[in-house]
Structure formats: structure tokens, C-alpha cells
């Protein structure tokens, strides 16, 4: 899931400084979950919005705002209001606020940070768990990942700076590869450590990244 954060309301005044008709959209998924983008974070900003002198014309959660083609197609109900908007507030994450910016002929605003690939602990707890490298370790890891979980990315094992379990960058951290050494252990692939890994492809993690199934499938298919 991608983890969202409202943005401070002294950053939105100021996207919004120069415009008075205003679109508010949210996502039904990632940015809902995160209690930045649904209906109830919608009302709240519609409210406050009014309440600094700005007129919304129209407020839409997006299912998901990712998506371009559903995106599309839902913009299509507030035509008239977003032909008469200085602006338009994303409440979704930076992806879907992109995704919308495409559809829209106005000026398209983020409402939220987009902080990280993550969990869901509890409502309202999350915790990074991805970095989308795109060269995954999860598979000889015990699903512990390192380029995540390790301050310092390392894939050969611990620094050596870890004290009482804890990362030397942030005692607030478990070390990623004290952790990895148990699962390990406890799952008996403890020989997974003594093989020693390239460095990282990072040429797989250039951006912008694009991917297509059926390119893919008709290469498979002629190969």
C-alpha cells in the first residue's frame, strides 16, 4: 500500500493562493485506508476550504485515482464544475495526483505527502516495508528485506554497529540482518547467509519505469 500524510493546511493556502473555484478529488483505496483521501478527509477539506473564502465546486473520491481510464471516466461527472475550477486538490498520492493532472486542463495540487511502500500494522499505524528496487532479495532474506529494513542497504550481511539488536543509525530500528539471521535460522536456510551477492542492478531501478503485459506476452509467445 502506499502510505499518504496530509500536507500542512499553510502549504495548501499556498498552491491555492492564486485560485478561488476549486475541485477537491480523493482515491477509495491507499489514500482512504490512510485517512487522507475519502469521503470524511473530502468534507473536512471542503469545509475548511469555505472557510478561507474558497468556493468548491465539486468533490469526487476516485476509485483509484491511479487508475487513468477509471479516472478519466469519473472526471467526466463534475465536466462542468472542472471547466469553471482555478485549481484542483489531489487528495490522493503523488501517483494518483499525477494520474489526474493528465485528465485536467487546470492546474492539479497535492494535498498529501506520499511517504513510502508500507504495511498496515493497525488503522493508523503503518510501517515501510518496500522500496520497489525492482531486483527483489525477499526469496534467500527469509522475506525480511534488506534494502528496506537495513539503514544502510547492505545485502552481505550486518556493519557491525549494531548494539543490544538495535541499528546503529537509529536505536529506534531493529537491525534488519540480526532479524534476517534468525528468521533464518528458525526456518533452517541459515546457508542462504554464506553465499556472498553481486551489488545490486540498480539499472533496474531507473525512473521513470514503464511496464507492459502485452509487450511482454508477445515476446514471450515469439521467443
Known amino acids: 500500500?502506499?502510505?499518504?500524510?496530509?500536507?500542512?493546511?499553510?502549504?495548501?493556502?499556498?498552491?491555492?493562493?492564486?485560485?478561488?473555484?476549486?475541485?477537491?478529488?480523493?482515491?477509495?483505496e491507499c489514500a482512504t485506508v490512510c485517512k487522507v483521501g475519502g469521503e470524511e478527509e473530502l468534507k473536512e477539506m471542503k469545509d475548511f476550504l469555505e472557510g478561507e473564502?474558497?468556493?468548491?465546486?465539486?468533490?469526487?473520491?476516485?476509485?483509484?485515482?491511479?487508475?487513468?481510464?477509471?479516472?478519466?471516466?469519473?472526471?467526466?461527472?463534475?465536466?462542468?464544475?472542472?471547466?469553471?475550477?482555478?485549481?484542483?486538490?489531489?487528495?490522493?498520492?503523488?501517483?494518483?495526483?499525477?494520474?489526474?493532472?493528465?485528465?485536467?486542463?487546470?492546474?492539479?495540487?497535492?494535498?498529501?505527502?506520499?511517504?513510502f511502500i508500507g504495511e498496515i500494522e493497525r488503522m493508523g499505524q503503518f510501517e515501510e516495508a518496500c522500496r520497489a528496487c525492482g531486483e527483489c532479495e525477499l526469496g534467500w532474506t527469509a522475506s525480511i528485506c534488506p534494502i528496506t529494513r537495513c539503514a544502510k542497504g547492505l545485502i552481505n550481511g550486518p556493519c557491525g554497529g549494531a548494539k543490544n539488536k538495535k541499528c546503529e543509525v537509529s536505536n529506534e530500528n531493529d537491525c534488519?540482518?540480526?532479524?534476517?539471521?534468525?528468521?533464518?535460522?528458525?526456518t533452517g536456510q541459515l546457508q542462504n547467509m554464506m553465499e556472498l551477492r553481486e551489488p545490486k542492478d540498480f539499472q533496474k531501478s531507473n525512473s521513470p519505469r514503464r511496464i507492459n503485459l502485452k509487450e511482454q506476452k508477445k515476446e514471450t509467445a515469439e521467443a
Open 53 to 115: 473564502g474558497k468556493a468548491v465546486l465539486g468533490t469526487i473520491v476516485l476509485s483509484p485515482a491511479c487508475n487513468l481510464l477509471n479516472t478519466k471516466k469519473d472526471l467526466k461527472k463534475l465536466k462542468e464544475e472542472l471547466s469553471k475550477a482555478d485549481a484542483v486538490l489531489s487528495l490522493a498520492c503523488g501517483d494518483g495526483t499525477q494520474t489526474i493532472a493528465k485528465t485536467v486542463k487546470v492546474p492539479v495540487f497535492p494535498g498529501t505527502d506520499t511517504m
Open 1 to 28: 500500500m502506499i502510505i499518504s500524510q496530509k500536507k500542512s493546511v499553510e502549504d495548501i493556502l499556498k498552491f491555492l493562493e492564486n485560485g478561488k473555484n476549486v475541485v477537491i478529488t480523493g482515491c477509495s
Open 176 to 186: 534488519a540482518w540480526i532479524m534476517i539471521y534468525e528468521k533464518l535460522k528458525e
